[in-house]
């Protein structure tokens, strides 16, 4: 997929691909653009199913509104409690209080940013219905353990894929992609995401029940949520290309993580698992404090990477909103130390020459 530069010679995103502008162009001649049920809808439909070995797919308009269909589909409602790591993606926790629900927070790993197993392990609460995880910034949940937690309990299983449509796991010589563990999993297209049609997402499962609960929620008859066929021609060429570019930001992450970090006082959030095939939408960093954060945030500007700040963590809301019967200390400190590289710098040829310049320039 080509690649355009910014005035500092950063990747631009979303790609200024041919490719995909001649799918829209074809959509548009095709007269697929105008349809309620498009062709390009189905064929993506079928890209998703095969990618992730599934039988049913809910295209929808967002990530966010693939996790609400996703609570709705395991059947969250009024009164239940379902559980999120006090470190997450905002909308995942919103989603759980449109369904007047109650969400139980527990804390993120150790030096991590994803779900605590033994964290949710310590959980007794009757009223739980589902957990919901997240992987983040190329860091992959440990979902085997989710899983055997969430089956000794009668919980169901909701995964949060939105930032790794690439990622999964290696079992011998096959390929296991994340989403394919849980009852079902969610998918975003966002105008940032590594496969983007500026807004959008799905949501995967084989659990026919819940695909039931979905369709009957979406379908009023049409389609209340649905991607349009122009976004399908976006989204369609893309997927040839997805680990293709993976690997580009996985080598671009793997030199950069050789870099001097510690004399600037920054340390690499990274998973040393080998089984894995991961996915970077965000490279996660952390420094010492707020105050080093942003320092770290203004200095890099000076080479033209925007950094962004993470999420803040849930362990500060009201009781009124969340249940907090755990410990919670691992999330309330990565909030304050997390700073985020975007997936495109990690596209740059060079990014980790001229990232080691400021590092050296810096210790």
């Known amino acids: 997929m080509p690649i355009t530069a910014d005035p500092s010679r950063w990747p631009v995103w979303p790609p200024c691909d041919p490719a995909i502008e001649r799918s829209i162009q074809e959509a548009w001649r095709s007269g697929q653009w105008g349809r309620y049920h498009s062709d390009l809808a189905a064929e993506l439909t079928r890209i998703i ?6 039988s049913h797919v809910r295209l929808c308009c967002s990530g966010t509104m693939a996790v609400e269909s996703a609570l709705r589909g395991v059947g969250v409602g009024r009164g239940d409690e379902v559980v999120v790591a006090a470190y997450d993606y905002p909308g995942n926790l919103r989603c759980i209080e449109l369904l007047e629900a109650t969400p139980v927070l527990v804390d993120v ?4 940013v994803t779900i605590c197993p033994a964290s949710l392990r310590q959980l007794d609460r009757p009223g739980i219905k589902a957990v919901l995880f997240s992987h983040l ?3 992959l949940a440990d979902v085997q353990s989710l899983r055997q937690i969430c089956q000794d309990r009668g919980w169901m299983m909701i995964e949060d894929a939105c930032q790794v449509p690439g990622a999964g796991w290696i079992e011998g010589d096959a390929f296991r992609p994340v989403g394919t563990y849980s009852d079902v999993a969610t998918l975003s297209f966002g105008g940032s995401k590594p496969l983007t049609c500026g807004s959008g997402g799905a949501v995967v499962t084989r659990d026919d029940r819940i695909a039931a609960r979905i369709r009957s929620y979406a379908e009023r008859p049409s389609d209340t949520f649905g991607l349009s066929p122009l976004q399908c021609a976006a989204l369609i060429p893309q997927w040839p290309t997805l680990a293709t570019m993976d690997d580009h930001r996985r080598e671009s992450v793997r030199r950069l993580i050789q870099l001097d970090w510690q004399s600037i006082g920054v340390r690499i959030v990274q998973q040393n698992w080998t089984d894995l095939r991961t996915s970077y939408y965000k490279l996660a960093m952390a420094v010492s404090d707020p105050i080093q954060r942003a320092d770290l945030r203004h200095q890099m500007s000076a080479i033209g990477i925007t950094l962004g700040e993470g999420y803040r963590s849930s362990h500060r809301m009201s009781q009124r909103r969340v249940h907090k019967p755990l410990s919670l200390a691992n999330a309330a400190t990565l909030a304050d ?3 985020l590289m975007d997936h495109r710098y990690l596209l740059a040829e060079e990014v ?3 990232v080691g310049q400021f590092v050296r320039g810096h210790s």
């Open 337 to 339: 130390q997390i700073v």
């Open 49 to 54: 199913q095969d990618r992730y070995d599934v």
């Open 137 to 139: 910034y190329g860091q």
């Open 352 to 354: 980790a020459e001229r």
């Open 109 to 112: 790993e150790c030096n991590g």
